[in-house]
């Protein structure tokens, strides 16, 4: 019965993208539901401006409503420098700050389980700071803030795939920031 088993994800995907308001998101929710989560990514951060960028970040599935684990981290990264690669187990959803993974980050208790856990990193944005590290002010949005992204398997990467994250400032931007994407493809067999 391999094929009801797709003709139900096919049915449910319809139905969340006809609740969300149209077909324009059926191709990316069924992708998001039907890709092989095997492995992990990589995750680069480049802070291309003055400050101080201040954020958490992580992997998680917002369709388990159990809800399930989410794997946050934290940094604190220096005006005008490259993040280490770091690796994450591969979920369904990737986001640095916003309102849902900040909410499942406190549901599951990921935040207590943080090493040195950073309270002023600990937001739906990511902070930009001018005020030294050794300072109250040095995770602080002193600067200003870029709104939280989120990118989700299957429709902007799979498992395997290297997520560059860059924070640019734009006076255009709410909070003066933002964070441009882009994804190093690292095709798993059979993709």
């Known amino acids: 019965m391999t094929t009801g088993k797709w003709v139900g ?19 990316t929710l069924l992708l998001n539901l039907t890709k092989e989560r095997t492995g992990n990514i990589t995750v680069v951060f480049v802070n291309d401006t003055p400050y101080t960028a201040s ?6 599935d917002a369709w388990d409503k159990t809800p399930g684990t989410v794997n ?32 499942r980050a ?10 040195d856990f950073d309270p ?37 990467y799979s498992c395997a795939d290297q997520l560059i994250f860059t924070f640019v400032q734009d006076p255009d931007a709410p909070g003066g ?5 882009e994804v190093i493809l690292d095709k798993l067999p059979n993709e």
Not at 87 to 93: E, F, H, M, S, Y
Not at 106 to 115: M, R
Request: hydrophobic fraction near 40%.
């Open 120 to 156: 002023d990193a600990f937001t739906e944005v990511v902070n930009f700071s001018s005020g030294d590290e050794g300072t109250g002010t040095g995770g602080l949005a002193t600067e200003g803030t870029a709104a939280g992204i989120e990118k989700l398997l299957g429709a902007h």
């Open 72 to 103: 946050m981290q934290q940094l604190r990264l220096a005006a005008r420098t490259t993040s280490d690669a770091g690796t994450l187990p591969c979920a369904r959803n990737m986001s640095i700050g916003t309102p849902e993974f900040i909410a």
């Open 106 to 115: 406190i549901a599951t208790k990921a935040d207590e389980s943080v090493t």
């Open 9 to 27: 994800v096919a049915g449910l995907a319809f139905g969340l993208a006809a609740g969300f308001g149209g077909l324009g998101c059926t191709k």
């Open 55 to 60: 954020f958490s970040y992580g992997t998680w």
């Open 177 to 181: 920031f933002r964070i441009d994407f």
